[in-house]
């Protein structure tokens, strides 16, 4: 087996494994795709870098798209996609495990930090770093190879989210979709991505905090 072929076998083992972890909902996903990506990146002998991290050209420019990228994309979640998939499917999106939220300032905190942590920082690095490696060695790099390395793994982001029920399924696959836009405008650098995310997060939990659970704004 050449060398090329043999690294196409494991890219091959390494998707299967992280769509497991997906679908079988092992531990938590995230955690788990992150053990693969040391692993990974430890047999490739390479390091972080790899997954998409690199010093943007301009820092207040990228802090600043992605704040009012994730603004925008909370306004539309909220005023269009959120309501329309409220109407087709008779529910609404699972909030249930921030019921302890509103109001309560010592639970935001906590909140706020799983945000930047876990979700911003660790679900970026499993989903839009070392997803979308994988998938762009084994669907090339050039445009239809990006569409559908973003597709596929936005959609399994999404599905990592099924706690949230159907809408949240579908409102997180389509979030996803933005920050892997987000990424490539950014020269394929997570950092972008991480930051949108961070700031989405963010904003919808201290809105939670202030209201309440927000099914739409019509």
């Not at 029920?165 to 389509?174: A, C, D, N, P």
Request: charged share 10%; aromatic share 12%; proline share 2%.
């Amino acid at each position: 087996m050449s060398t090329k072929a043999f690294w196409k076998v494991i890219n091959i083992i390494e998707l299967a494994a992280i769509v497991t972890a997906i679908l079988l909902d092992l531990f938590i996903p995230t955690l788990v795709i992150l053990g693969l990506m040391i692993i990974s990146l430890f047999i490739r002998r390479e390091n972080i870098v790899a997954i998409g991290f690199k010093r943007p050209q301009s820092w207040p420019a990228m802090i600043g798209i992605a704040f009012v990228g994730a603004f925008c994309l909370q306004l539309f979640d909220a005023g269009l996609l959120m309501p329309i998939l409220n109407r087709l499917t008779g529910t609404t999106i699972d909030t249930s495990g921030f019921a302890n939220l509103q109001g309560n300032l010592g639970q935001l905190l906590i909140i706020l930090a799983f945000s930047w942590t876990l979700a911003a920082l660790g679900e970026e690095m499993a989903y839009r770093g070392y997803l979308q490696k994988v998938l762009s060695s084994l669907l090339g790099n050039r445009r239809f190879g990006f569409i559908l390395t973003a597709l596929i793994s936005s959609l399994l982001f999404g599905l990592a989210h099924t706690e949230q029920g159907l809408i949240g399924v579908f409102v997180t696959t389509s979030d996803a979709l933005f920050f892997s836009w987000l990424k490539h405008k950014f020269d394929n650098n997570l950092l972008a991505a991480i930051l949108a995310h961070g700031f989405y997060n963010s904003l919808g939990v201290i809105i939670f905090y202030f209201t309440g659970p927000i099914d739409g704004l019509w």
